[in-house]
C-alpha cells in the first residue's frame, strides 16, 4: 500500500509541477509539500531535474542537413533502381558471396597482423608513446589522428596511409566492385613513393577560390573519415573499418568532379606522372559543367557526405580477429583530446610558478657564479623546451620537495579528470614507481629519482597545440553554395590497374580442398603460438634506472628540466 | 479549395507580403500541389528540432545523421497523404519516434558486440569495479545517461515533455495513447531518473 501510495503521490507532484492538477489536489499536494520533508524534497529534486535537462545545450547546426536530404530525395528512385539490380532469387547467393568476400578480408588482415603488432610494438608515434605512457589506457583512440591534407591527398592518389615514415610501412586499402576489398600494411618498394603535396596539386590544376574551398571541406571530411576508420585501443588492438578501402576513390573523385574539363585533363597528367594506380574515365566529358555550374559544388559534397559512419569493424586482437560492431563517439573522443590539452597549461603555469619562487628566494648577497638559477631556452628537434637548472641548499631541497608533491597531486586531479569521461580507471592499475605522466600529444614527464633528484620535462610546443575546429570551416563552404542544386550527369568509371594477386591466393585456399583449410588452420595456430610468445616477452622488460648524463655535476642539487 | 487553388492562393499572398513567412498548412498545401521547394522550407524549419530529438533518444552522433535523413524522407513520402488532422510538428514527431522506436528494436534484436564488451567480458573483475559516481562539470553527460538507462516508453515522454516541451495532448498524439498513460508513464520515467541522478540531486 505504501509503494502505491508512493507512486500515486510522486505522480500528482509530476502533474502537480507541469500545472495539471485542478484547483483542490493542487491544494493537497501543496500541504503535503509543505508538511512532509521527504515530499518536498522530492518535489524540489524533480524542479532541479527538470531544470537540468531543460538547460541541455543544442547540437551545433548541421548547415549541410536540408542538403543531404534533399539530395538523398532526388536520388532514390537512382537508389531504388540499384537495389533491384540483382534478381530477387539471387539474394541468397549474393550476400553468401558476400559473406566469403568479408571472411577472406578478414583472414587477409589476419595474416597482415604481425605486421601491425610489430609497427604498433616498435615504432614511436605519438599514440604509442601515449598508450605505453598510460595517460589513454583503456580508450580506444584513431590511429591516424589528425591525418594532414598532404596525406589524405596521397590517400587519395594511392590508397596508402603513412605507418612509420623510415622504414616506409604503410597502411594499404585497396578495393575493387569486383573481388571485394583489402587492407593489408606493407612496405613494398612499389608503395615507396614520393610524398605529394596540395601546393602542387593547387600548381597543376589552378584551383578557383570556390573549388578551394570545396576541397577545404573535402579534405576535412576525408580527415574525419579516416580518424574514424582505423582505432587502436591500449592493448594494441585494432578494428579497421572495411568501407576505408573506398574513401580514397571518393575523395580523388570529388576532386575531379569539382574541376572543369581543362582542369581536368591536367589533374589526369598530374595522376599520370605520378604514376597512380587509378585513373578516370568521364563518359560525359563534352558536357562537363563549367566551374560556373552553381550546382556542382554542392553536388560533390552531398555525394561524399553520404559516405556513411562506420560501424561494422574488423576487430583484430592478439588471438582473435572478428566482425564487431563498434558504436563509437567520435565527437566524445575529440572533446577527451581536447580537455588533455586544455589541462596541460596549468602545469606550465604552476612549474613556472616554482621556478619563479624559487628565483625570488635567492637572497641579494648570492654568489654570483654560478647563480642559483639558470634558464637556458633550447630549439631541439621535438620542439621549443626550456631548461632549467635550480642550485639550492638542504632546507631548500626539502621545500622543493613538497612542492613537487603538490605538482604530483594536481597529476592525480588530472588524471581524475580524464577519467570522469569513460569511468575506467579502475580497470587498470596505476603505474607505482616511479610517477610517470604524459599527454597524448608529447609529453609532461615527472621523475622522483630515488636520491632526490626531481626532472620534469615539458615540451611547451605540443602543449599548445590548438584543438581542431571544424564549424567555421564548413560554415564558409556553405556560404559557398548556391540554392539550387540541378542534378549532375557527372560519371566516372575507375579502372584499376593493380593486380589482385594476394587477395586471389587468400581466396582460392578459402575455395580449395579440406587439405588446404587443415593447412591454413595450422598456419593461423603457429602465428598465433609466436603471437603469444611474443607477447609474453614484451610484457617482462627489464628496465635500469637511466641516469641523465646531461645533467651538470652539482652537489646535492636539484635539477629541473622544463 | 484544390490544391492547386490553394498554392496560387499562398503564391499570391507570399508575393504580397514578402516579409510573411508562410505557416507549415500553407507549405505542406504548397507541396501537394507540386511545389518541391516548399518541402524544403519545412525541412530547413524542422530539421535542427529532429535533430535534436534524436539526439535525447540515442545520444550517439553517429546516429542522428541517418536517422534524421530517414525521418524526412519517411515524410516527404507521406505527405501527399497528410489530412490537416494534427499540426505538421506534432505528426513529424511522431515518425520520428516511431523510427526511433523501429530502430531500438531493431537493436534489441542485434547481437551488438563491441570491443570494449570483448575486453571486458576478457576480465571478470572488471565488472564489479565499474561503478562510477559523477563528477563536477560532468552533469549533463550524467543526465545523459541517466536518459539512455531509462526503457524507451519512459524515456520519449520525459524527452517530450521537459526537453521537447511538449504538451501532454501533444505528447498522446505524438505517443498514440492516451491521456492518462502519458501522465503515468511521465511521472515513472521522471522517477526513475531521479534516482539514477540521486548523487546529483542529493545538494538539492
Known sequence: MAYRNSRHISLQLSLYLDGRLDDEKRREIEKLIEDDEGIRREFIQLKAMQSLLASREPLLEDPFLAERVMNRIRDRAEDEDRAFAVPRRFVPVSATFIAVLLIAAALFAWLQ????????????????????ETILKGWIMPLFERTDRDQVLHFAMFGTLPLDTQDGTVLRVDESADSGYRVELSNAPELLRPRTSISELYEEI?????????????????????ESSVLMNEEKEIAIDPAISKYHKVILSGIASTLDSGQLVRFEQFLAQRNTPYTFVSTVSHRLPSRRDKGQASDVIAHFRTVRMPEEYIVLTRDSIAQARLRLDMDSL??????????????????????????????????????????????????????????????????????MKQVMREVAILRREQSKLHHREDRYPRPENPPHISSHRKDIQVFVAPDSGIQITVNIDSIMEQSFHSLDELQLFRDSLSPAVPGSDLRFEWRQIVPDARLQQIDSLLRGSDRNRQQLNRQLQELREEIMEHYRHQNNPAKPAKPDPAAPPVDRDTVFEI | MTPEAMADHVEEQTATHPAIDPGDDLLITRFQAGDEDAFRRLLERYAERIRNLVFGIFHDTDLIDDITQDVFIKAYRALPGFRFDASFYTWLYRITINHCRDIMRRQKRRNMLSLQTLLENRDPEVTAKTAVQPQDGDTQEWVQRGLQKLPEKYRIPVILKDLEGCSYEEMADIMQCELGTVKSRLSRGRSMLRSWLAPILEGY
Not at chain 1, 589552378?206 to 579516416?226: E, G, K, M
Not at chain 1, 580537455?339 to 635567492?362: D, G, K, L, S
Not at chain 1, 623546451?385 to 622543493?400: G, P, V, Y
Open chain 1, 113 to 132: 597482423r604481425e605486421q601491425i603488432f610489430d609497427y604498433v610494438e616498435n615504432t614511436g608515434t605519438q599514440m604509442q608513446q601515449a598508450y605505453e
Open chain 1, 206 to 226: 589552378q584551383p578557383s577560390s570556390v573549388q578551394r574551398r570545396v576541397f577545404d571541406s573535402l579534405f576535412l571530411y576525408a580527415q574525419r573519415q579516416i
Open chain 1, 334 to 403: 575529440r572533446r577527451l583530446m581536447h580537455i588533455v590539452e586544455n589541462h596541460m597549461p596549468r602545469f606550465e603555469v604552476r612549474i613556472n610558478e616554482i621556478a619563479e619562487r624559487y628565483t625570488q628566494m635567492q637572497p641579494p648577497a648570492a654568489p654570483p657564479a654560478p647563480p642559483r638559477v639558470r634558464v637556458i631556452p633550447e630549439d631541439g628537434a621535438d620542439g621549443r623546451s626550456f631548461r632549467i637548472f635550480i642550485q639550492t641548499d638542504e632546507k631548500l631541497a626539502r621545500e622543493m620537495e613538497q612542492e
